[in-house]
């Protein structure tokens, strides 16, 4: 009988390849349409060109929605880390692991996982129509007729979000979305870089740290514009939220957590003795990065006279101390959805059938991937989101 329910996907990134592969194998007829001229733009460019499929650990901690993210929390236990460490072996990728549980293809090549997608997608009869944007979509007599002259049973929204619209990204799935009765929770850009106004930057630009943000731990790298790196991306989704009501937001970084402040003071008062006669820069050099430092210094209030650490005064390095662990930073904007991993917001999960990723507002319209208001930290887990919408709805497809 699945033979002859014809499924019209919307998108071949990660969604919409998985779960064509899952329908296919099922016996479902199956055609994907990809407005670009090839599948997987987006994933190709995962994990900086790798392709960070997973993460050993997956939690719910690690996913967000303005919905209740417990809602999620059966999907992304039906398809766990090691189902699908199993669906992507048995297609012929083998897994590498990297930091903080990262899963990588042992190639370490974005293209290989792609590659393997579509290829499966067409072994498994699979039609793969590119350079076909659907525009228009209408449900009549118990069938989506698409673009006027494409008649389908059933119909799988994997359009993504509006992230990187270079790779193909649109808002296209917000439209559909909303032509059924659906809400959509404002997209705002996560997992992205921060603009700063702070004056100086360009004396630390390039300088990468290992820094603490409000208990968050993780790489952080100045740049000219503002701050970027792996704990920069993981809280830019509140960064970002706070945006939308603020014209800046103040953060402040702890540039060395493994130090507290009193040891930082013994520390700083004993090189006081030993190396006064340093330049300050330079005395600071030994402990941290000498472009830091010298930031470090022009952030700390000390007096333009002071050159050398000998007439550095106590009230001096305390100021020192103080600005080495809450070096604070004036954000005023994000680089936004051009450069943007991912979107915080989309489909309201309250109106879709999580069991079944399918609408409760019109039957047989599906849901999947980065279209639904869920997102998650950088790592693996925003991947992980889409193999599991893709698998929860295809294993849970009726005739």
């Known amino acids: 009988m699945s033979k002859n329910i014809k499924i019209a996907i919307i998108g071949a990134g990660a969604s919409g390849l998985f779960s064509s592969i899952v329908l296919a194998s099922k016996g479902f007829d199956v055609t994907i349409y990809e407005k670009s001229n090839k599948v997987g733009k987006k994933l190709l460019a995962t994990g900086n060109g790798r392709c960070n499929i997973t993460n050993q650990n997956i939690q719910l901690e690690n996913f967000y929605s303005n919905s209740q993210i417990s809602l999620i929390h059966e999907n992304i236990q039906a398809f ?77 929204i994997a359009s993504g979000s ?131 430092a010298k930031y470090i210094i022009l952030n700390s209030n000390i007096p333009n006279h002071v050159k050398y650490a000998k007439f550095l005064t106590q009230k001096d390095i305390k100021s020192i101390v103080r600005t080495i662990k809450n070096l604070e930073f004036n954000i005023i904007d994000t680089k936004g959805f051009e450069t943007c991993e991912v979107c915080a917001g989309g489909v309201v999960l309250s109106e879709i059938d999580l069991k079944t990723m399918e609408s409760k507002y019109q039957k047989d319209l599906f849901f999947i991937g980065e279209v639904l208001d869920v997102d998650g930290d950088c790592g693996g887990y925003n991947l992980h989101w889409a193999w599991s919408s893709a698998y929860t709805l295809a294993m849970e497809m009726k005739d």
Not at 107 to 124: F, G, H, N, P, R
Not at 172 to 200: C, M, R, T, W
Request: with cysteine; glycine share 6%; hydrophobic share 40%.
């Open 80 to 156: 766990n880390f090691i189902k699908c460490k199993e669906f992507f072996n048995e297609i012929g990728i083998e897994f590498k692991l990297g930091q903080n549980g990262r899963m990588y293809p042992l190639s370490l090549t974005s293209s290989t996982v792609v590659d393997v997608l579509q290829y499966e997608a067409l072994k498994s009869g699979v039609k793969i129509e590119l350079n076909s944007e659907i525009t228009d979509i209408k449900y009549i007599n118990n069938k989506f007729n698409l673009n006027k002259i494409l008649s389908f049973d059933k119909l799988i």
């Open 162 to 292: 509006i992230a990187m619209p270079k790779l193909g990204s649109s808002e296209s799935g917000y439209i559909f979305a909303k032509k059924f009765g659906h809400k959509i929770v404002e997209p705002v850009a996560s997992l992205v870089q921060l603009v700063s106004d702070n004056k100086h930057l360009e004396v630390v630009s390039g300088v990468k740290i290992d820094a603490l943000i409000d208990g968050k731990r993780g790489d952080f790298l100045f740049t000219k514009y503002g701050v970027s790196g792996s704990l920069i991306l993981d809280i830019s989704r509140d960064i970002s939220k706070k945006l939308q009501k603020n014209k800046s937001i103040k953060m402040s970084v702890d540039t060395m957590p493994d130090f507290t402040y009193n040891e930082l003071i013994n520390l700083l008062e004993k090189r006081m003795i030993t190396l006064k006669e340093k330049e300050i820069t330079i005395w600071l050099d030994g402990i941290m990065n000498k472009k830091l």
